[in-house]
């Protein structure tokens, strides 16, 4: 595919009439209408590695587990997914309502403006979090778009 590195994909799956090539690495598969019905196999996993990497890298749960039993950090990896959901629902929060699609918004970004924020949205009473703070982190969350990558079609 143009603009991306030659690569192979190892499979069990030698039957091509199954999957085909284009089914494996295609950025989407559309129907006859030209409807975009769900991303290709291998970029899909490249969205759940970048999701892995926000999650354990960017969020720094790879260096921040201090637990010593298997309940406590069975906690704080909780604590962690609930983060990462968190931000998640705040970067497509932003995204509906700057019109920009969510995942073009940068994940690193969005959780340093959250942090930026916290003590404000913690102390604030919840009107003005409503009317003032909200809106505030959406728009500068909003503001941190990712370029787009060669054949990226969102």
Not at 14 to 38: F, N, Q
Request: aromatic share 8%; net charge positive; hydrophobic share 45%.
């Amino acid at each position: 595919m143009r603009g991306f590195r030659p690569s192979a994909v190892v499979t069990n799956v030698l039957d091509p009439k199954i999957v085909s090539r284009e089914d494996w690495v295609c950025m989407a598969t559309a129907d006859e209408a030209g409807r975009v019905l769900e991303a290709g196999l291998y970029h899909r996993r490249w969205e759940i590695e970048t999701m892995l990497c926000e999650l354990k890298v960017r969020q720094g749960m790879q260096r921040s587990l201090r637990s010593r039993t298997a309940e406590g950090v069975s906690f704080e990896v909780a604590g962690h997914v609930l983060l990462y959901f968190l931000t998640r629902w705040l970067i497509f929060e932003a995204a509906e309502e700057y019109g920009v699609p969510p995942l073009r918004i940068n994940f690193t970004q969005a959780l340093r403006e959250i942090n930026d924020m916290r003590h404000a949205l913690l102390l604030a009473d919840p009107q003005r979090v409503r009317r003032i703070l909200l809106p505030r982190l959406l728009w500068r969350i909003a503001q941190h778009l990712v370029p787009r990558r060669t054949g990226q079609k969102v």
